[in-house]
Each structure stands twice: as C-alpha cells, then as structure tokens.
C-alpha cells in the first residue's frame, strides 16, 4: 500500500549573516537601520524556497522530507525530519518546538526506535516524481515557481523530427566547447548548483541550461558526471576548439 504523502511548497525569508551568504553566494536583503556608529548592518534576510513531501508515521509523529533538485532534474530528498504532529496551523517542516525551543510544550508519546524503523524512505522516494507530474497537471504549484526550481514541466514535442533537428543545428561544435567551459566554471564555484548559475548567466531557464549540458556531453565537449550529481570536465577536444579560436582572433587583430 503506497503511503499517504502531502506535497506542500514553502516561501520565507531567514535571517542570515553576511559571511556565510557570500559563501553561499546568497542574494540578501538588509534587516534594520544601519548602526550609527560603524555605518554597518550585521542582521541580513535571504528568501527561501522550499518544497516538502510530509507523511505520517503513527498517530502521533510526521516524517516531513525536504526535496532538492539535482542537475539530471530529478528529485531528491535533502533533509528528513521527524515531528510531533499538531493540530496547529505550522509552515512545513516546522512544528511549535521550531519557534518555542526549549519552552515547547514535549510530545505525549516519545520518539523511539520504533519510528525510524517505520520510515520507509525508499519507498516515498519512488513516488516523488508521479507526484509533482500530478502537481505539474493540477498546476498546485505555479509554473514560475517549478522554473526557478529547475523542475519546468516538459515541453511538448516538436511536430516532426526534422524540426527539433534544425533547431539543434543552430548550435556548433565551437557553440558547445564554449558551453562545456562555463559549465566547468560553475562547477568548480562555491554553492553547489552549476546549472542555476549557468541559467542566470545566459539568461535562460535552468531546464533549458540543463539541456544544453546535456548536448555538450553528447557532442563530446564535456566529460560525463555521476547520475543525480553535478560534475564533468572539458574534453581535449573543447579545448582545442577554444584554444584554435583563440588563436584565430589574435591573428585577426594584428
């Protein structure tokens, strides 16, 4: 029997400090007036998105899993946690402990072994992705929202094969080499999510980012990652390519 599973998406702001964003490579918002003496702001917000696949475990405990987007599009499952279940309203993933700390009111049952041995993650794991296409067809989540989360539901297809061919002719091999070497820069930058910086980079949705690594893989101008992962370096082939039109240009200019 599939188990009972809620997908909810989650928006808010959190407070972060100013170090940890630049690691990150966090956009900010600045919280409070500036201090009068150092003219400097210490309190910065960072938004947050969040979707959050929660289920059941007995009557009195929730498991609420955290998705992440891998660079392949697929779902994973970034954070479990196990909560009390209230009848309260509460964001997802969160419960009265969140915001109360040690001054929530404790759980009536306690938390065993029992529970974690009842988790089934594997198994919530597998439906994931049937789920959010039912989201993607009920249209739950918004389409900008599944846009910058890299999960843009599928395009339908072209009407004949000769026309998605043509379109993919519009991109050389030189076109690809240059695409293999952003996408070796991204990779190698703090923050861990290539594909998004790629998008923001040329302007385009990080589905369609994703789709041109994948040609440059399949072009033989990028070296092939592990499955769910960001990763791959440029070919010797793609630096050749860069290398000779380098060389090009220099010439023109003399």
């Given at each position: 029997?599939?188990?009972?599973?809620?997908?909810?998406?989650?928006?808010?702001?959190?407070?972060?400090?100013?170090?940890?964003?630049?690691?990150l490579g966090l956009e900010?918002?600045?919280?409070?007036?500036?201090?009068?003496r150092t003219g400097s702001v210490h309190a910065r917000a960072v938004k947050v998105e969040d979707l959050w696949v929660e289920t059941p475990i007995?009557?009195?405990?929730?498991?609420?899993?955290r998705l992440v987007t891998a660079d392949d599009g697929t779902l994973h499952v970034g954070e479990l946690r196990v909560l009390p279940r209230e009848s309260a309203v509460r964001r997802p993933g969160t419960w009265s402990g969140t915001w109360q700390g040690m001054h929530a009111t404790a759980p009536t049952k306690r938390l065993t072994s029992r529970h974690v041995h009842a988790l089934r993650v594997a198994l919530h794991a597998e439906v994931f992705d049937q789920i959010l296409t039912q989201l993607r067809a009920d249209r739950q989540i918004p389409q900008t929202a599944l846009d910058r989360w890299g999960l843009t539901a599928p395009q339908p297809p072209a009407k004949t094969a000769t026309r998605a061919t043509d379109k993919r002719r519009k991109y050389s091999d030189l076109d690809y080499a240059r695409i293999a070497r952003d996408y070796q820069a991204a990779s190698t930058r703090k923050g861990g999510r290539p594909i998004v910086a790629m998008a923001k980079q040329r302007g385009i949705s990080p589905s369609t980012a994703r789709g041109l690594v994948a040609r440059a893989r399949e072009a033989g101008m990028l070296s092939q990652g592990h499955q769910g992962q960001?990763?791959?370096?440029?070919?010797?082939?793609?630096?050749?390519?860069?290398?000779?039109?380098?060389?090009?240009?220099?010439?023109?200019?003399?």
């Open positions: 029997m599939a188990p009972k599973l809620t997908v909810v998406g989650d928006v808010r702001w959190e407070t972060i400090d100013a170090a940890t964003a630049r690691r900010t918002r600045t919280l409070g007036e500036p201090a009068r007995d009557r009195d405990w929730l498991a609420c899993y960001h990763g791959g370096v440029m070919t010797d082939r793609a630096e050749q390519l860069l290398a000779s039109r380098q060389r090009k240009r220099k010439t023109k200019k003399r």
